[in-house]
């Protein structure tokens, strides 16, 4: 008996029927070549982001009131790095190599959120980034947990636990600050007005003109929309921002009973397009910083490499 190769038909009726029984594609799945790279891209930006987001809130380790601070700041900075490390390795499953995903990045040639491209200027930032930054991350990756590329869907289901954890360690700083003196509770309000519409602004732009939604939808990569999600972050946020007694700088923001959902204004969009196309406060700083960073560990990687090969002859010998 001989077995003759499906078909590109039939691989693509697979491929298809897996997206509809919501079961998950592996690596060595045949997937179609626009899935593959819609998802390279994404898992790259996703990855670039969390490497990226180290800087803002690494700023602020030497600054810490107190020692708790610091090690509690420390830690949420290294799991961000390893966020990375896992969103890298999810991202090679598809035939992509890191260091390419590296010089991309340093070259402008791909993405990362666009809320890193703001400065931390108080240490309430810092505070602020764990409630209403990693708040909006959660809200974004809850769902990619059910995401049909399956490596990207189980490198999300840690990376969620410990976004929960990021999140609370913001809000807990703020609660003390908001119990503080006046000058504490003006800087809390002061920081959350400058971060609450680029935090908004990371659900990406509005449904009408956000163009590949539909499509990953389709393919079980995307869950909900930018609206959806965006909406789904204000009703869960503005019950936390009573607790603290901050105002979210809105005055559109009301209740509205008949939708049982906030109403909110509407994002300056001119300024995301801005900052996502590179003009933002500190996209030059984030980039340089991060291509230093690359060309200073330039040694360790010829190290790791020249291990390996010596390792790999050993080996050799001895077989
Ligand atoms: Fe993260
Ligand atoms: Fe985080």
């Known amino acids: 008996m001989t077995s003759t190769a499906p078909s590109p038909a039939e691989l693509e009726e697979r491929f298809d029927a897996t997206i509809a029984a919501d079961q998950r594609v592996e690596p060595r799945d045949w997937m179609p070549e626009a899935y593959r790279r819609t998802l390279i891209r994404q898992i790259a930006q ?64 791909q993405k990362y959120s666009s809320i890193f491209n703001y400065p931390t200027l108080s240490w309430a930032d810092i505070g602020v980034i764990g409630w209403l930054v990693d708040g909006a991350a959660i809200a974004n990756q809850v769902p990619l947990c059910r995401c049909s590329y399956g490596p990207y869907a189980r490198a999300m289901i840690r990376i969620c636990k410990e976004e929960s954890f990021h999140q609370r360690q913001g809000y807990e700083s703020l609660l003390a600050l908001t119990a503080g003196t006046e000058a504490q509770k ?27 939604t539909h499509r990953s939808m389709a393919w079980g990569i995307k869950r909900h929309t930018n609206d959806e999600l965006r909406q789904r972050f204000v009703d869960m946020t503005v019950p936390q921002a009573a607790v603290l007694g901050v105002t979210l700088p809105d005055p559109d923001l ?28 500190a996209n030059r700083q984030r980039l340089d910083h991060r291509r230093r960073a690359h060309e200073n560990g330039a040694w360790v990687r010829e190290a790791a490499q020249a291990y390996a090969e010596k390792q790999a002859g050993k080996q050799g010998a001895r077989a």
């Open 186 to 212: 003006r800087m809390v309000q002061e920081s959350v007005d400058r971060w609450w519409w680029p935090s908004l602004m990371m659900f990406g732009p509005a449904d009408g003109d956000s163009p590949n």
């Open 254 to 281: 009301r209740w509205n009973p008949e939708r049982q959902a906030h109403d909110f204004g509407e994002p300056d969009w001119s300024e995301f397009t801005a900052v996502v196309s590179g003009a933002g406060p």
């Open 46 to 109: 996703h990855a670039h982001s969390e490497i990226i987001g180290m800087q803002p809130e690494g700023n602020w380790l030497l600054r810490a009131p107190s020692l708790r601070r610091r090690a509690i700041l420390l830690a949420k900075v290294q799991d961000e790095a390893g966020h990375g490390m896992y969103l890298y390795a999810a991202a090679e499953t598809l035939g992509v190599d890191r260091e390419e995903l590296t010089e991309k990045l340093i070259d402008s040639k």
